[in-house]
């Protein structure tokens, strides 16, 4: 019975909108950013487009279409129309316009466009329409947001705003699971000693990826055995976040473990490195939205009240007027939060 109370309570805890309004303005973010280079270097037909009007897929070709062009025309204007559409569905969330909605639209759109080129759906995009699956079913819209400012006058929503916590649980498990299953796929011998932790450097010399000149890595190459290391270690120790997490949200009870993961903040640590790690992937190989879109999940992973302090305490720095009303605010708003475990 014990076990089923908690499990009936993790599922019913209530918490302020503030950490999934940021994963939804910085996930929208980045798939608009996406968006706009596909229609920068004029790959709109090429990915999106029918065969028949230049397109490197054949969706009309199969014995049951996309639904896609079955209600737009199997042309090029349907395919700039279906990108253009998933534009203004992405800048919609961004801004918190009828935001439910739009995840729900956008996440049967980018399904149906991914089904027209198959190869090219990367795994990011998997991980994106996720996480819009998530913010569908969530209130991320309470705060932050256009829909905020027309209900209640605020962007910021009303202060006592209390929302189902379990999408912000789902966002770190999802998290979680991508480092895990990265770390454990790693199985070639150039993330082992025997391939001499070599994988960094063969991906920074891959022509498809690289970023930075092959003499140049030459030059380093025990910094790429260092990061390769680094990497698998971090991956493998991913679990470690939740217990991380776990430990955070209960720091009275006993334990040296415990203790030690709060005391040297183990949590910020994981987070701070999984931050220099996509930021370096990003400054030395060509990997497209994965490391901005893997960030934007990052939010999730600090309880909504961490915000308000963080915000408070920069406001308070900063002097600005106000600041010691805003902060009081803040601690009323946040007053009565549900404790989870994450």
């Known amino acids: 019975m014990r076990a089923l109370r908690f499990w009936v309570g993790l599922w019913d805890l209530r918490e302020h909108p503030r950490s999934l309004a940021l994963v939804r303005i910085l996930m929208a973010a980045v798939l608009l950013w996406d968006l706009a280079r596909v229609l920068?270097?004029?790959?709109?037909?090429?990915?999106?487009g029918p065969l028949e009007a230049g397109g490197l897929g054949h969706p009309t070709g199969r014995k049951r279409p996309p639904v896609l062009y079955?209600?737009?025309?199997?042309?090029?204007?349907?395919?700039?129309?279906?990108?253009?559409?998933?534009?203004?569905?992405?800048?919609?969330?961004?801004?918190?316009?009828?935001?439910r909605l739009s995840a729900a639209l956008l996440v049967l759109l980018l399904a149906q466009l991914a089904l027209v080129l198959p190869p090219a759906d990367r795994g990011i995009d998997m991980l994106v329409r996720n996480t819009l699956v998530v913010l569908a079913f969530s209130r991320c819209g309470d705060t932050l947001s256009l829909g905020a400012r027309l209900r209640t006058g605020s962007w910021l929503g009303r202060a006592d705003a209390l929302v189902p916590a379990w999408p912000r649980l789902l966002l770190i498990t999802q998290l979680v699971v991508l480092y895990f299953a990265a770390g454990?796929?790693?199985?070639?011998?150039?993330?082992?000693?025997?391939?001499?932790?070599?994988?960094?450097?063969?991906?920074?010399?891959?022509?498809?990826?690289?970023?930075?000149?092959?003499?140049?890595?030459?030059?380093?190459?025990?910094?790429?055995?260092?990061?390769?290391?680094?990497?698998?270690?971090?991956?493998?120790?991913?679990?470690?976040?939740?217990?991380?997490?776990?430990?955070?949200?209960?720091?009275?009870r006993p334990g040296r473990l415990r203790a030690w993961f709060n005391r040297v903040s183990f949590l910020h640590i994981y987070l701070?490195?999984?931050?220099?790690?996509?930021?370096?992937?990003?400054?030395?190989?060509?990997?497209?939205?994965?490391?901005?879109?893997?960030?934007?999940?990052?939010?999730?992973?600090?309880?909504?009240?961490?915000?308000?302090?963080?915000?408070?305490?920069l406001r308070g720095r900063l002097g600005g007027p106000g600041a010691t009303e805003g902060a009081e605010r803040g601690r009323m708003r946040d007053a009565n939060p549900s404790q989870g475990p994450l």
């Open 40 to 48: 920068q270097l004029d790959l709109v037909v090429p990915l999106f």
């Open 70 to 99: 079955e209600l737009l025309p199997a042309t090029e204007a349907g395919a700039f129309a279906a990108v253009l559409a998933a534009a203004v569905l992405s800048a919609t969330l961004m801004v918190g316009l009828l935001p």
């Open 184 to 252: 454990v796929s790693k199985v070639a011998s150039s993330w082992t000693p025997f391939g001499g932790w070599s994988a960094l450097y063969v991906a920074m010399r891959d022509p498809a990826f690289a970023r930075i000149d092959p003499t140049l890595l030459d030059q380093v190459y025990p910094l790429t055995q260092l990061g390769t290391v680094a990497t698998w270690l971090w991956e493998w120790g991913a679990p470690l976040l939740l217990l991380a997490c776990w430990y955070r949200n209960t720091p009275d």
């Open 272 to 313: 701070l490195v999984g931050a220099i790690f996509h930021v370096g992937t990003h400054l030395t190989l060509q990997l497209g939205i994965f490391p901005f879109a893997v960030l934007a999940l990052y939010p999730a992973v600090f309880r909504p009240d961490e915000w308000r302090r963080w915000g408070g305490g």
